[in-house]
């Protein structure tokens, strides 16, 4: 069953240039989203003057192959192991949730436009590998919604309680679970037009909120995460103190007397123990 290809069967009732027609609305709607969240918040003006500042107050060059060893820095921590989380959960939870929501689209899309009738029948390993992917999808979003949210673990909130902030994962839980529940219940008639129904009702919240939801900044993200590393090697540093505050030039510039001659150490004991002091 989940070596078999659920949009071929799909096929049968809906044609493949309605399914594809969708995917290339859901395409446009993440750019559009994107596109209309980065005006709103003007994150391009952000990084287009921040890039200007660090320019102008940076201490050293940074060269074309620094920045290219940065760039794979950033690709290897930020981006492809999510090494930016300092829980070892969080960044589990994460990558299942990441590399199983990449895996299930591409596959969905090489399904649909590649094998979208029984007449092609697609590899067994791409059906499998959407299966996979959506479970891979769902595992991490629901470790995540149930055991790892800030509000959950820090500020004992209800798990149920949810709020506009919660549209993005919602959704693509949502996405996950009843795409699979619609693909393990095929030819079981209205449960499997059911699941079917709320499979594309959440994908097409999960693509179509882009501008309300988080889902752009994925595409922050990485720059951001470049940015910072590049204004520490061209000694711009964002205008803030670096790490080395024994330097006395550093000490000087920190805002409070109190700490300009503060011992590098200072302040560790909040990492003896998580936060749950609701």
Known sequence: MITSNPFAE?????????MQA????????????????????KNATYFFENSKRAKKNAKRSVSGSQKVALAAKTLGKEVLTSGEFANPKRQMAHLLTMYGFILFVVTS???????ATAAEPAPAILPLLWHLGALMLAVGGYWFWFGIR?????????????????????SLLGMATFGLLWSLTQGAGAISWLFFVLFIAATTILFGSV????????????????QKRLTRADGSAENMPTITRDDPEQQKRHSMD????????????IQREAPHHY
Request: charged content about 15%.
């Open 109 to 115: 899309a090489i399904l649909i436009f590649g094998y």
């Open 211 to 226: 501008y309300w939801s988080k889902f752009a900044h994925m595409f922050f993200k990485p720059a951001a995460a470049y």
């Open 10 to 18: 799909l096929a049968a009732v809906i044609p493949p240039a309605v």
């Open 258 to 269: 109190l700490l300009r001659d503060a011992p590098m150490d200072m302040g560790l004991g």
């Open 150 to 170: 800030v509000d959950l673990t820090s500020e004992g909130k209800p798990w149920y309680k949810v709020g506009r902030a919660d549209l993005f994962i919602l």
């Open 22 to 41: 969708y995917v290339a609305l859901m395409v446009i709607l993440v750019a559009g989203g994107t596109i209309m969240d980065m005006i709103h918040k």
